[in-house]
């Protein structure tokens, strides 16, 4: 078996995880969709990557009347925390997010939760835009079932998306903003440092 972080499916081990077998082609800017848990974090992971342009939390997966974080924290709109990444995909790919996705932005295994944050706005979730990226998220996962990247089932599940609306102006680049806040420093900054440390080569100069 991998080793794993004590308490979760995480793998020990990111710089190993297998670069996505399918791929969406080089098409200039882009965006991508993500739910991983608490926005906070994820977004403070991809804005470290080089060719990521700006990273926006919001939510997605509801209406838009329940677009606020007072209404998503009840986990009964339908709405999951999420992060909206504009790339450059001439510089980063599509399944290059994905593959930091799954191996440090957050615990795949984990069905609506991440670590102490519970229910279903904490899902893990690729809200896909068209059926290209559908594919690619699809194949990537089956790709790392095959690889036994995790010991527990993937359970990642792959949304269309209809609308994404942006959180709150205090919920924008918060890690930045608020270092020494408790969450920040224990849950946030580890994945960070982690990233950091998994793949040097991705990171903005």
Request: net charge negative; glycine share 8%; charged share 20%.
């Amino acid at each position: 078996m991998k080793p794993v972080i004590p308490g979760t499916s995480l793998a020990l081990h990111p710089e190993r995880f297998p670069d996505p077998a399918d791929d969406l082609p080089a098409s200039g800017m882009a965006s991508a969709v993500l739910a991983g848990g608490c926005f906070w974090c994820v977004e403070a992971v991809y804005l470290n990557l080089d060719g990521v342009q700006a990273v926006v939390s919001g939510y997605a997966g509801g209406d838009a009347g329940h677009a606020n974080y007072e209404a998503v924290c009840t986990g009964t709109t339908g709405h999951a925390e999420v992060v909206k990444i504009s790339f450059d995909s001439n510089v980063i790919s599509y399944g290059q997010l994905l593959k930091v996705f799954f191996s440090v932005a957050h615990d795949p295994t984990q069905k609506d939760r991440q670590g102490n944050d519970r229910g279903p706005q904490y899902r893990s979730a690729i809200f896909y835009q068209n059926d290209q990226e559908k594919q690619v998220a699809e194949s990537y996962i089956q790709q790392l079932d095959r690889a036994g990247a995790f010991t527990a089932p993937i359970v990642t599940t792959l949304e269309p998306l209809t609308a994404f609306f942006p959180a709150e102006d205090y919920h924008q680049d918060f890690a930045r903003r608020n270092p020494a806040q408790p969450y920040i420093a224990h849950v946030a900054r580890p994945k960070v440092d982690k990233l950091k440390q998994a793949f040097p080569e991705k990171l903005k100069g």
